[in-house]
């Protein structure tokens, strides 16, 4: 029972698009299925088999997102962690990965002289010399310098760590290919499922995300953060170059895939989307 349920997906998780739309011929497979005497018994059967498949699917989908992880964490935490901190901090004389790191480090260093001479002045603080107030910008840049030696040994751990975590879902992918199909089908039939106001909603949220007009604050603080996971130079130039030639690619995607294929299959969709966005 369970391997014919997984052929039945794998087959339709790849089927080809026809020439009449698939609403027109959902519609009439649900007015032959009503007059069919036997219908009840498929629509029973129809139902056990999409229960399956969605128990299923949420198991693999668990599979596919938990296992790297916590390969992640695991080789992060108890392998890695332990072998980059000591080398980093013990064997290492240097305490910036990037320029970046150091930018940041001397403004805070900076900020907190500044703001240390200015509570003086407002009467905030007593007054202090010179050689103590120069104690304290110390004392504040050897914890500066620890905070960010902490995070180059971090953004050495992440490179490593997600790099072992691609590696072991890539290997998930290639050999659990009926997996894969079956995810494949179960979203699929997820998506056509949905009404055309929200397919049409759903469509109109993801590109004004990803490439609306006001998208690009947020790739840069994505893009940011993490260049900065990494530890690598958060290059403003190659920050702006991206913000400004991957949304443009993203949305040819989409209104490629909306032309090419949801038109096929939902063109109400479509016709609902243009009047939504309009």
């Known amino acids: 029972m369970k391997n014919w349920n997984l052929k039945r997906t794998n087959v339709s998780a790849f089927q080809k698009f ?15 299925q009503e007059l069919n005497p036997k219908g009840e018994s498929e629509i029973i059967e129809e139902f056990q088999l999409s229960k399956y498949q969605t128990i299923v699917s949420i198991k693999y989908i668990t599979i596919f997102i938990l296992t790297p992880i916590i390969v992640n964490q695991v080789i992060g ?85 997600d790099i072992i975590s691609i590696i072991v879902f890539v290997i998930l992918v290639f050999t659990k290919q009926k997996q894969v199909s079956t995810l494949v089908c ?18 109109i949220l993801v590109m004004d995300i990803f490439v609306g007009f006001h998208s690009s604050h947020g790739w840069e603080v994505v893009v940011g953060i993490i260049l900065r996971h990494f530890g690598l130079t958060e290059d403003r130039d190659f920050i702006f170059v991206f913000i400004s030639t991957v949304p443009v690619v993203l949305d040819a995607f989409f209104k490629y895939w909306i032309f090419r294929y949801l038109n096929r299959i939902s063109p109400s969709a479509v016709a609902t989307y243009k009047n939504m966005n309009e």
């Open 186 to 203: 179960f979203i699929q039939n997820l998506v056509y499922k949905l009404s055309d106001t929200a397919k049409a909603f759903l469509i």
């Open 18 to 32: 026809g020439p009449i739309p698939r609403s027109i011929t959902k519609t009439f497979k649900k007015f032959q």
């Open 77 to 161: 935490t108890l392998v890695l962690g332990p072998c980059i901190n000591h080398f980093w901090t013990q064997n290492h004389a240097e305490i910036f990965l990037n320029s970046s790191q150091e930018e940041r480090a001397f403004a805070e260093l900076q900020r907190f002289e500044e703001k240390l001479r200015f509570d003086i002045l407002i009467d905030q603080l007593p007054e202090l010399s010179d050689s103590i107030i120069r104690s304290k910008v110390k004392l504040k840049a050897l914890d500066l310098a620890k905070v960010y030696a902490t995070e180059s040994s971090n953004a050495l751990k992440n490179t490593f760590a």
